[in-house]
């Protein structure tokens, strides 16, 4: 028998995207995968450590996955990602438990290493500057489900927001090509893949390390003809990159959502200036000429509270901004300081208690927005994506609108008819919640004309019988 290998993936999407082009270096390597480190002769935590909460996660996972090297049958233990990038050889002193630790620079060459290990290779921290790229000959063992997939575009970021330490840890802006990009699709498109997710540290910015125009547009044009391939969701778009062209794209567009994700982290001049995110277009102006070209789009957006300096009148600014804006969806963070951040050095830090009030008041005004967002649905008739089983009961399907990113912005609960995974289907909403939507299926389902890309103003149906469930969280 094989030895087994397992490995454990923190943080967002995009580093689960770095977890997937390890698993098949694993394979290659000689192990076959488990999802019980117990069992595990190699366990690889593939960390996060773009916050302070973040990187005591990383670290508590680790020393659970030691534990197994004296209590099961672990042999080799790697450390991954961000945390090992961001504090190298430091961390390889406080955690003499581990073998192996990789960077960012060094993850894609698991494989080789763990080869040049056996070959007597002493060497235990690998990092250098990154500037590895992906690409679509990267064989990817995906952990989300058939039916779904993230495509990173690009790597790195040139941003310099003064709280952020994403440079350090991904280096320099870096896109792919379009083709490479449109072969990768296409690969996922013969797996079953229907709905990809594009992501990098900005997506918007595509294209500009190249030359220095954005070629967004023209790629999700040559994603457009892949065949398959029904939804295409932009994730992470940065204010400024959100141009009139792109805008005028998703209007017309068959497969591009109508769903923009753009972090604006504030909304109040004078913190942005702090936080290096000044931006040539105030955040309400930009929220409107989004919705003035994509009527009908899915907003959602990540704030910041207790920013060093942040007055009572720049939260209020804030709290009120919220009213108007009215976001679909929100996250809401409060500020920490990060080592080796321009921020982290700033005068007039918030307590504790006051940043987690501030985000305790933003996240119960945003609750009550999203279900009044969600309430425009009720009556209609709109695409679905069936997820399959919903997480919390086999009693209902759950599946996603075209403007629900998958893990982050509620779910449809299917409450009368049956689907497969991975099915497109018309659905009539029922029912609005905080988060998610009820809703049943067409009986018989009826799957949407064509591509179900931006036609969320809805459509007359004929009511089916049937008993309706009820549910909410």
């Known amino acids: 028998m094989k030895p087994l290998a397992a490995l454990i993936s923190l943080g967002c999407v995009k580093n689960l995207v770095d977890s997937e082009t390890m698993v098949p270096q694993l394979v290659r390597s000689g192990y076959a995968m488990t999802e019980d480190p117990a069992e595990a002769s190699i366990i690889v935590v593939n960390t996060c450590g773009f916050l302070q909460s973040a990187v005591e996660e990383a670290v508590q996972s680790i020393l659970e996955a030691a534990k197994f090297r004296s209590a099961g ?72 489900p058939p039916h779904t997939a993230y495509l990173k575009i690009a790597e790195g970021c040139n941003h310099s927001c003064s709280f952020c330490i994403i440079p350090h840890l991904r280096g320099r802006y870096r896109s792919r090509g379009i083709s490479d990009l449109v072969a990768e699709a296409a690969r996922l498109a013969d797996e079953g893949v229907k709905e990809i997710n594009l992501i ?32 295409t969701r932009l994730l992470y778009a940065y204010p400024d990159g959100v141009t009139d062209d792109l805008l005028d794209w998703m209007a017309q567009s068959r497969k591009t959502v ?4 753009v972090p604006i982290q504030h909304c109040s001049a004078g913190v942005l200036e ?12 930009l929220i409107r000429r989004i919705r003035s070209k994509v009527p009908h789009i899915s907003l959602r957006t990540s704030l910041m509270v207790g920013f060093p300096g942040e007055t009572e009148e720049e939260f209020r600014e804030l709290f009120e901004f919220l009213e108007v804006a009215q976001f679909d969806h929100a996250g809401v963070f409060a500020y920490s ?22 985000k305790r008041a933003l996240l119960q005004r945003q609750r009550r927005i999203s279900r009044r967002r969600l309430r425009r649905w009720v009556g209609k008739v709109l695409p679905v994506l069936v997820e399959g089983y919903h997480p919390e009961t086999e009693l209902l399907l759950g ?32 029912a609005a919640h905080d988060y998610d939507l009820e809703a049943e299926l067409a009986d018989p389902v009826i799957r949407p004309p064509g591509s179900a890309g931006s036609g969320l103003p809805g459509r007359e149906l004929r009511p089916g019988k049937g008993t309706r469930k009820r549910f909410d969280r």
């Open 73 to 144: 049958s672990c042999e080799c233990l790697v450390a991954t990602g961000c945390v090992v990038q961001r504090y190298g050889k430091k961390l390889a002193e406080l955690l003499p438990e581990v073998d192996l630790f990789l960077g960012t620079s060094h993850y894609h060459r698991l494989g080789d290493i763990l080869a040049e290990r056996q070959r007597g290779n002493g060497l235990r921290v690998w990092i250098s500057t990154p500037r590895h790229l992906l690409g679509s000959d990267s064989p990817r063992i995906r952990a989300t």
């Open 200 to 231: 990098a540290q900005d997506t918007t910015a595509y294209g500009t390390d190249q030359g220095g125009t954005a070629r967004l547009v023209p790629l999700l044009d040559a994603l457009e003809k892949v065949q398959g391939i029904e939804w």
């Open 258 to 261: 109508p769903y923009l994700d």
């Open 274 to 285: 702090r936080m290096g995110r000044r931006t040539a277009e105030d955040p309400l102006s």
């Open 337 to 358: 300081p990060e080592p080796g951040t321009a921020a982290a050095r700033y005068s007039h830090p918030l307590e504790s208690r006051i940043k987690e009030k501030r």
């Open 399 to 430: 599946a996603r609108l075209p403007t629900q990113a998958p893990e982050q912005d509620g779910m449809v609960l299917i409450t009368r008819g049956t689907a497969s995974p991975g099915e497109l289907a018309m659905a009539r909403i029922t």
